[in-house]
């Protein structure tokens, strides 16, 4: 624990003494004035340390002590509290006031799941710890304590589902004094991911007149944010905004949001009045507005975008402007679901973070944005959560354990592919980052999960107990059943079981743990013997004999070589009679290409790739997706949306495929974690004339590229940073050791 948040270790959480834990509570507003201490002559430096039970807004002296937002973001708050420090310097004043504005945030109020209502707590409140070094060394602490003030705001009401209420015309109730609550210092941690901030803003496109006589405004983009603005009215006006994804009817689209309101309300003063609803999110491309004083013009409205703070690795174009959306798209789906933790969705009334999701993301994630520091610091939420119950569960943080409604059933046993986040996601960010210490930090949560995962299987080592989950959502599933998969759960969890296992063994040897290897080895060599036994026949079929089946077999390696041949055919059979269609779910689709592209069928792979028949991945794109979907359907070809009560329209999972775009399309890829080594492999196919891709690598900046020449020849280009070696293997299998710079082949193809 670092010396700063160790400040906060003696102070009391403070709360509003009329705090009620009703959903419409106004935000608290806690304060202190700053007195400073005389005769140390100038402040050297000051910092401020704080953390919360919900969200909170800091000013000093009137100013905001950060540009963050929703502090102190959302974690497993029952191990892990975290604590960021600002530093204040610049604001310290004597007879300043240090306010702190406390909103619900993910800590209580009609949050889960479904109806879930999933409190962590009753009471919000703050714990801060102002610390103030002057010029002869002397330390003055002011922390919060029972001498603070509390009051309310304008801020009436806030809900991350529902929205916020802001009351311009509501003067502040008289001031009393806190009331102080109960918080476990033992839980406080330094914040380990990236803060919450504001980052691009957009203007709307259009605002049109629905058929209801609606005002609908279009920001031409599906985002997960606010809208920003500033308005002049008629005092005790309200105007209200309703956002959504998607239009139906030319209506607004918001029955995917089961019971989320995404419904902002302000009361105008009279004068102007600045909006900005920093206590809530919404994920949407439209907004309905009500109450506007005038017409609203384009200028008058902004949507702001919010996320982590994550910096953008990569860049992809090709000659292809589908593919290029589909890589725009999977771009805008992080940042829209990389919102304090790795998030399924951000609109409806969910927002959880699915471990599924992640599993089949995080290396597309590591490639997109340097997500290390937000994975690790969700990966520390999955041990801590792991080590708790038993095994991995299937969100993490799992609020859903303090479910008030009792609504929420779960799914009985350890779910395959969700529970396996647990060593799948520490295996992205080992690939991509190569950080040893933190794969030391990871390690003990993929043991908790293996640990759990052996008490399950069968006498003959297969994981079939109580796999409800397996190819979620597989595009032939009822609307309603999704999970009514063509692969068998055992097969899929068996083979979940073995790729976990062989990480596991290879992280115990990186990290000296020689008996936690042999262990893994073990376990991972067992499996596969009973994968091939149980779920292989003679002429090389995989029970169910389905695309996701083999794609797994393939890509995780548990076939040998003249199965893998026969494996890969087969696949590549199943993709033509599907028409190119893709007929795989969560657990298979971020590894059929790669399964097809490993086994020899290229054009087969690029041919999936590339279909806009429903359902493919290009199909949302022609139906003016510019997120990725859900479902492979969750908008119907006759404008309508999926009757099925779960479908999003910013769900990155199924955009898992663009890691094979980066890797075989574009051909950067890492031969050493953290591309100490580099593999610079382009594999061209049918379709496309051009691709070009780059990532800002720990080593420095990767560039590959290739183009078809009118002779039908392909020209390979990369570019690699001084001093990093790299194999470079061209389209017609040569291959060449290089050490940094630029390089140019051109092939005959």
């Known amino acids: 624990m670092t010396a700063a948040v160790a400040d906060l270790l003696d102070a009391p959480l403070i709360r509003h003494p009329l705090d009620d834990p009703g959903r419409d509570t106004p935000a608290a507003v806690l304060f202190t004035t700053i007195h400073l201490d005389a005769g140390h002559g100038p402040v050297r430096a000051a910092r401020l340390t704080a953390t919360a039970h919900g969200v909170y807004e800091a000013t000093l002296d009137g100013h905001p002590v950060t540009e963050s937002v929703l502090n102190p973001g959302w974690t497993s708050y029952e191990w892990r509290l975290p604590a960021h420090t600002f530093d204040v310097t610049a604001l310290i004043a004597d007879g300043a006031d240090l306010v702190f504005t406390v909103g619900n945030g993910w800590w209580r109020g009609k949050f889960g799941f479904k109806g879930a209502e999933a409190d962590y707590g009753s009471d919000t409140g703050v714990v801060a710890a102002l610390t103030i070094e002057y010029a002869d060394g002397h330390v003055q602490r002011v922390l919060t304590d029972a001498s ?31 009331a102080l609550g109960t918080w476990e210092p033992a839980t406080l941690v330094p914040a380990a991911g990236p803060l919450i901030t504001r980052h691009e803003t957009l203007t709307p496109v259009a605002i049109t007149t629905s058929p209801a006589g609606a005002t609908l405004v279009d920001f031409g983009q599906n985002l997960v944010g606010w809208l920003r603005f500033r308005v002049r009215g008629e005092r005790g006006a309200t105007i209200t905004l309703r956002h959504a994804e998607v239009l139906e009817g030319g209506e607004l689209g918001v029955r995917p949001l089961r019971s989320a309101r995404q419904t902002d309300t302000l009361t105008l003063s009279g004068g102007e009045d600045a909006f900005e609803p920093t206590f809530t999110f919404h994920g949407f491309r439209y907004v309905e507005l009500a109450g506007w ?47 304090g933790v790795p998030t399924d969705c951000p609109q409806r009334d969910e927002r959880l ?226 028409n190119y ?20 069928h290229v054009e087969d792979a690029y041919r999936l790739l590339l279909e806009e028949g429903c359902p493919s991945w290009l199909y949302p794109i022609t139906m003016g997706a510019t997120t990725i979907w859900e479902r492979w359907d969750s908008m119907l070809p006759d404008g309508s949306i999926n009757p099925g009560q779960m479908t999003s329209f910013n769900h990155y999972a199924l955009g898992a495929v663009a890691d094979w775009i980066y890797q075989v399309v574009g051909g950067i890829r890492a031969a050493e974690p953290g591309y100490a080594r580099v593999r610079i492999e382009p594999v061209p196919g049918p379709g496309l004339d051009w691709a070009d891709v780059s990532l800002d690598a720990p080593v420095g900046v990767i560039r590959s590229g290739w183009k078809r020449l009118p002779d039908g020849a392909v020209e390979v280009t990369a570019e690699i940073p001084d001093g990093v070696g790299a194999d470079l293997v061209l389209p017609d299998g040569r291959a060449f050791a290089v050490v940094g710079g630029r390089h140019r082949h051109v092939v005959a193809c």
């Open 148 to 178: 603070w003030l509390a009051t309310t705001g304008k801020v009436r009401a806030n809900n991350l589902y529902d929205g916020q209420h802001v009351d311009f015309t509501h003067d502040p109730e008289p001031t009393r004094p806190v």
């Open 293 to 339: 004083p005038g017409t609203p013009t384009l200028a008058d409205l902004q949507a702001v975008v919010v996320h982590s703070d994550l910096r953008p690795t990569s860049t992809f174009a090709s000659s292809h402007a589908g593919l290029n959306q589909l890589v725009h798209n999977s771009i805008w789906g992080q940042k829209g679901n990389f919102l």
């Open 353 to 578: 973070g699915w471990t599924g999701d992640i599993a089949a993301y995080a290396a597309t994630a590591c490639f997109q944005f340097d997500s290390a520091d937000f994975l690790h610091g969700w990966l520390l939420d999955v041990r801590a959560e792991t080590e708790s119950e038993g095994s991995v569960p299937l969100v993490v943080p799992n609020v859903l354990r303090h479910d008030r409604a009792g609504s929420w059933n779960g799914f009985p046993g350890i779910q395959a592919v969700w529970a396996d986040a647990a060593c799948w996601v520490p295996e992205a960010v080992w690939q991509a980052y190569g950080d040893r210490d933190r794969l030391a930090a990871h390690y003990p949560g993929m043991v908790a999960h293996l640990t759990s995962v052996e008490a399950v299987l069968s006498p003959t080592g297969l994981w079939e107990a109580d796999q409800r989950l397996g190819d979620w959502l597989d595009p032939d599933a009822p609307a309603d059943e999704p999970a009514r998969a063509k692969a068998d759960p055992g097969v899929v969890a068996t083979a979940s079981l073995y790729r976990s296992a062989s990480f596991a063994a290879r992280a115990a040897d990186i990290l000296g743990l020689d008996a936690d290897a042999r262990r893994w080895s073990t376990l991972a060599d067992r499996t596969r013997d009973a994968f091939v036994e149980h779920y292989v026949d003679a002429a090389g079929r995989v029970r169910s004999d389905c695309a996701t089946v083999y794609a797994l077999a393939i890509a995780f390696g548990l076939l040998d070589a003249a199965a893998r041949v026969r494996a890969g055919a087969r696949l590549a059979e199943l993709v033509r009679a599907a």
């Open 581 to 600: 269609r893709v007929s795989t779910g969560f657990a298979g689709t971020p590894y059929v290409t790669w399964a097809l592209s490993e086994t020899g």
